[in-house]
């Protein structure tokens, strides 16, 4: 299960490593941003809006939050995660990629593919009664772009079963689509089943992980192998 993942709070780097540009979904939100001051220098007053704008939406991501997707075409777009469904309390924000055409909440959605960027993410691993916050990421500063399906107001984060790496840590992990792969997965000319095979662990070695320690104890902690994405 993906609860929580984290996205990065530098809009530069992010467009540049993804190739995309956010400007659209940015504007878009800063049209609605509450500003009590305006500079002499506009294009300034736009630079900073947008950062703070991109702030709001980076950070740790949780269920209901306002995410930023990836539709077919490269295009950023906002939704939020998790799908509401009428029968259940909670939105369902995982879908699990063995079974996903033959649940009917997801199958009108297997051509409404999507891409969720984020530059970790955060399992709990169980230790008896207690659970270790466990950062998860991908190595040589890449983001990580998981599969998703989306319905035009919100979207599900597919997963998978672990690669061996971080299956002591949880036994299901968020399907990360490769480089590779994007342009297929997001084609919504293919059909489910000419995509399907994409949604499998991602090979055992790029995977990093370390535990969040609590606050008290991370100066005592000089070295945890984490990889920085940005």
């Not at 878009?28 to 220098?41: G, I």
């Not at 033959?102 to 709990?124: G, M, N």
């Not at 971080?166 to 919504?188: E, F, K, S, Y």
């Amino acid at each position: 299960m993906c609860s929580q993942y984290q996205l990065i709070s530098d809009m530069n780097a992010f467009q540049a490593q993804l190739a995309i540009d956010l400007t659209d979904i940015i504007r878009k939100e800063a049209s609605d941003f509450p500003n009590e001051t305006v500079p002499e220098d506009q294009e300034e007053l736009e630079t900073e809006t947008d950062e703070t704008v991109f702030e709001t939406l980076s950070g740790i991501r949780r269920p209901t939050d306002p995410v930023i997707v990836i539709l077919p075409g490269q295009k950023p777009v906002l939704r939020r995660w998790g799908l509401s469904v009428a029968t259940l309390n909670a939105p369902l924000i995982n879908a699990r990629a063995e079974t996903l055409d033959q649940k009917p909440t997801f199958r009108p959605l297997l051509e409404r593919r999507c891409l969720i960027p984020a530059t970790s993410w955060f399992e709990w691993r169980k230790d008896g009664a207690v659970k270790h916050k466990t950062r998860i990421t991908l190595p040589d500063h890449q983001p990580v772009l998981f599969a998703g399906l989306e319905n035009g107001t919100e979207a599900v984060i597919i997963t998978c079963a672990p690669a061996p790496s971080i299956a002591q840590i949880h036994d299901r992990m968020p399907t990360v689509i490769g480089p590779n792969h994007i342009a297929g997965w997001l084609d919504p000319a293919n059909r489910f089943y000419t995509v399907r095979h994409m949604l499998g662990p991602v090979p055992d070695h790029v995977l990093k992980w370390s535990e969040d320690l609590p606050d008290s104890t991370k100066t005592a902690k000089q070295d945890d192998g984490q990889i920085d994405l940005f």
